[in-house]
């Protein structure tokens, strides 16, 4: 096996299953990827197209080819000298009939073996969930959903239960409640089905056994063979006919004796008392820190990894765990003790283990996790923000608040969405938490007068201001780093408050973690680590849902910055931040990965490098864009329709910008209605997660085809003709120097200290919009067949808007890798000055070893130094240098990407030699 060089990410579903990667083995071996990198591979809900909703940790997934297909891909990599990183989801896993552990809690509640699996508070506050899990499921109000008769009673002879079924969703019953099912259906029972309910009715106390269980599963089964049993049976489900008034009353009597409430699914928000991935109802958080928990979760992946089969794992959602640094070093430790057991030379290699993690601009992950690093949202965003000219700042603001009206910042918009978000979407699980700060304040007397609504009251500002995900409480409290975190969110949170909530705030500091949970007995220790805990929880999704899912389509100044790790109210980031960034990433993580494109991103690497030109020449957008918007808006009022709103008209156009495909024609109709199409679903979606003109739990369906018929009015070739023409102008004029801007990000990515990621698909042009978008097929056999053809510099830059000087670049740069190892995993990172006339407009570093030497240099920001036919191989370097170290002095360079070599003169490399017809250089010196 060799070292973790270059990961190739893949999303597999039933369209793209297992062995469909099988033959792309040779394709990104030749590439110079070392490792796939795939999307979890158990067995999800039917039709996933992500993974993400496990239903089953112990199989690889039937739908995807099981096992057979995952021998088949593996042994193909190994006989490539290529390896296989496995993205594992421990937080959370589908909560519907497709998961055994979940139906059986539902069946058995708190007496269910799989009961502690899930987080449930068994024990809520509100009498009406007591002992019972909220089951918010229903498409209207459960009284609603009664007199429909939707809801029916049923019977599985096969199985011998008893369930609710509602359209096409199960709902098990508990056994202790199917002798109340008989004795509905005939008052008057006979002998044995007396027996048979009296047998069902001692299943509804706390100490039933597993034998019991197993039993409950047999009785009613073969009381259905048998002739009165049969008629027992239908005479029940006779009696709870949803379609008479008897029946749903015995329906409603039913559903108050299982272990779960059925509700509508407009109560979870404000009653659940289980966590949930994000807001997401079908997605049941775990329970992880328990030994049972964690070993069923993981079992597969151990005997995977202790096989050869995996070399190591990507963690979802780490951030969503009770404790994810016990988490993580347990998970090593695990891994490291199975290292010996793995055949051959893989027995040397140790396991990689990378988290998903998004890291604020000042935060560090810390080591005592002891994993390899991030998969790369800090990366994406810093190479991302280089590329944005600083100087286009002042005027893109101004232009953004001239067409929105408003003069928020961002972040004043992230705190509008979490003041939403607290109210509407976590009141629940805010609710959880404030009455455990109560339960906490009741156990001494100076603190026992703290109400519950004061407690959430001062607890909602706070978690308004928290300024990173999470923090990692454990039972000595705060680390210096955490309680500096807080601090600030306390700062911020005094501001809006008021006379004793200030007090009640410092009172908040200890219980959540200010104050070791350990300095105190128990049961006091418990909650206050638990209670922690559980705030910790929650800031995480909140952070996520309020910047990623709402205040990016709120804000949009360019949205090239709106991006998953990003901060968009950062504009740009220097070269000298940059190069500082870099050289933390090599003293601390150097085997972190390097992402530019995720399955998660908001647009594609490419779509974003090329709205970034934007920022180089703001005033060109700005009279575009006014004059598009101003034609709209005439439009609108001449034919009396409903025009969109500025911003989202704004927010529409730079998208329709970023994503333009470089082969669309306007003649050609049936390829501007599929990009069309592609939009109008961005839309919708954007718009949804702006929560402002429509919403996912509200939508305004007026408003949303109101901007469907305005893009398929824009992309019909004849009433679009002149709208279409403008746009296509535009785009092209910015096309190219977006392509530059794209080879830059893409050599960062491949040179700088970490372990570069490509998304699928990504090896060429990616101007993809957010998922589901970002996941559609990707043309492979196109791939493979460019292979072979000319790569020489001028042929590729004649053919640039195939995507094939991408692909060359990768695969060059990739290459080096390949064959200096030890240069990419541990060289020195060597900030270069520059001197000469584009000095302002260009980077370069060296990576040095005691074997070879590597130089890159990358324009910045050159869009208006570009010939004047726009040919990016053409840029203007002018006199600009790169001063080379002594230590590099007499050297000859070779070019990797290119044909050519160049030796400093005087100390010096000028880059318009350098770069030999490209508009970057990497030169490498043995």
């Known amino acids: 096996m060799s070292l973790l060089r270059a990961t190739a990410r893949f999303q597999f579903h039933a369209d793209f299953p297992i062995d469909a990667a099988v033959p792309l083995v040779d394709y990104y071996a030749r590439l110079g990827v070392s490792h796939f990198y795939a999307s979890p591979l158990t067995r999800a809900r039917k039709g996933s197209t992500h993974g993400y909703d496990t239903i089953d940790y112990s199989l690889i997934s039937p739908e995807l080819g099981g096992e057979p297909a995952l021998h088949r891909l593996v042994t193909s990599l190994r006989e490539a000298g290529m390896g296989l990183i496995l993205d594992i989801v421990p937080n959370h896993m589908a909560s519907g009939p497709e998961t055994a552990w979940w139906q059986s809690m539902l069946e058995w509640g708190p007496h269910s073996p799989y009961a502690s699996y899930f987080d449930v508070d068994w024990q809520a506050d509100d009498p009406w969930l007591h002992g019972k899990v909220l089951a918010p499921f229903l498409g209207e109000q459960l009284g609603k959903v009664l007199d429909s008769g939707t809801l029916h009673l049923r019977f599985d002879a096969d199985t011998g239960q008893f369930y609710l079924a509602y359209h096409e969703t199960r709902y098990p019953l508990t056994p202790g409640s199917f002798g109340t099912i008989l004795r509905a259906g005939v008052p008057l029972l006979d002998e044995a089905t007396l027996a048979m309910a009296a047998f069902f009715d001692d299943l509804a106390g706390e100490d039933v056994t597993a034998a019991q269980r197993e039993q409950a599963r047999e009785v009613l089964k073969l009381a259905a063979q048998t002739p009165a049993g049969k008629q027992a049976i239908n005479d029940a489900l006779a009696a709870h006919d949803p379609l008479q008034v008897a029946g749903r009353q015995h329906l409603d009597s039913l559903l108050d004796k299982q272990h779960y409430r059925l509700a509508w699914w407009r109560t979870a928000p404000e009653t659940i008392n289980w966590r949930r991935f994000f807001e997401i109802t079908d997605l049941a958080g775990l329970r992880v820190e328990q030994e049972e928990v964690f070993e069923a979760v993981h079992e597969l992946v151990f005997r995977l990894y202790a096989e050869g089969w995996i070399d190591g794992v990507r963690i979802d959602h780490i951030d969503g765990l009770s404790d994810p640094l016990a988490y993580s070093r347990k998970l090593r430790a695990r891994l490291e003790a199975l290292q010996s057991q793995r055949p051959g030379r893989l027995a040397q290699d140790a396991p990689v283990i990378l988290v998903e993690k998004i890291l604020a601009a000042d935060e560090t992950l810390d080591p005592r996790w002891g994993v390899d690093g991030t998969t790369g949202y800090e990366f994406m965003d810093q190479v991302g923000a280089l590329l944005h000219d600083p100087s286009g700042e002042a005027r893109l603001t101004a232009l953004w608040q001239r067409v929105s009206g408003s003069t928020l910042r961002f972040d004043e918009h992230v705190i509008n969405a979490r003041r939403l978000l607290i109210a509407q979407h976590f009141a629940g699980e805010v609710e959880a938490v404030a009455r455990v700060l109560q339960s906490i304040a009741r156990m001494h007397p100076e603190s026992r007068d703290w109400s519950l609504v004061a407690i959430r009251r001062v607890l909602s500002e706070l978690l308004l201001h928290v300024p990173v995900y999470r923090t990692y409480v454990d ?90 790790g990003a901060d968009p109210g950062q504009f740009s980031l220097s070269v000298a931040d940059f190069h500082q960034c870099n050289a933390e990433r090599l003293a601390t993580t150097p085997n972190a990965m390097l992402a530019t494109a995720t399955h998660d991103h908001k647009r594609g690497e490419d779509a974003r490098a090329r709205l970034a030109v934007l920022s180089n020449q703001p005033a060109q957008w700005a009279q575009t864009i006014e004059r598009w918007l101003a034609r709209d808006a005439a439009a609108a009022a001449k034919h009396g329709e409903v025009a969109l709103d500025a911003p989202d008209a704004y927010l529409l156009y730079q998208t329709i910008v970023a994503s333009w495909p470089l082969s669309l024609r306007l003649d050609d109709g049936p390829a501007l209605q599929a990009f069309a199409e592609r939009l109008i679903a961005w ?209 000859r360079f070779e070019s990797v990407t290119a044909s050519g070599s160049i030796a400093p003169l005087d100390g010096r490399v000028r880059v318009a030699d350098a770069v030999f017809g490209l508009p970057f250089a990497v030169l490498v010196a043995n």
Not at 516 to 529: G, K, T
Not at 856 to 879: E, H, I
């Open 475 to 564: 039972l000595d409290g705060r680390s210096e780093t955490d309680q500096a975190v807080f601090d600030r969110a306390a700062d911020a949170a005094r501001a809006n408050l008021r006379g004793t909530d200030i007090e009640l705030l410092k009172v908040l500091d200890g219980w959540l973690g200010g104050d070791a949970p350990q300095d105190f007995p128990p049961p006091e220790c418990e909650q206050r680590l638990y209670v922690a805990r559980r705030f910790q929880q929650l800031t995480s999704p909140l952070a996520a849902k309020s910047v990623e899912d709402t205040a990016f389509f709120r804000y949009g100044r360019l949205l090239s910055r709106n991006e998953v």
């Open 683 to 891: 839309q919708q979606k954007a718009l949804r997660e702006a929560k402002q003109r429509s919403t996912w739990f509200d939508p305004d369906s007026d408003y949303e085809a109101a901007g469907a018929r305005f893009l398929t009015r824009l992309f019909d070739p004849v009433q679009g003709a002149d709208a279409l023409a403008d746009i296509l102008t535009y785009v092209e004029s910015i096309a190219t120097a977006g392509a530059v801007n794209s080879l830059v990000q893409t050599v960062l990515k491949l040179t700088v200290p970490g372990v570069p990621d490509i998304y699928q698909g990504t090896d060429w042009w990616d101007l993809s919009l957010m998922d589901p978008d970002n996941r559609r097929p990707v043309d492979f056999t196109a791939r493979r067949a460019a292979e072979s053809m000319p790569a020489e510099v001028d042929e590729l830059w004649a053919d640039w808007p195939s995507g094939r000087v991408k692909h060359h670049t990768i695969s060059r740069i990739l290459g080096l890798r390949r064959r200096l190892p030890a240069l990419f995993a541990s060289g020195d990172y060597v900030p270069l000055e520059i001197i000469g006339a584009a000095k302002h407009h260009a980077l370069a570093f060296a990576r040095v070893d005691a074997q070879a030497s590597m130089l890159v240099v990358v324009p910045l920001y050159m869009a208006d130094r570009l010939d004047s036919s726009g040919v990016a191989s053409t840029l203007d370097w002018a006199d600009t240098c790169v001063i080379l170290p002594d230590a590099l002095e007499g050297r």
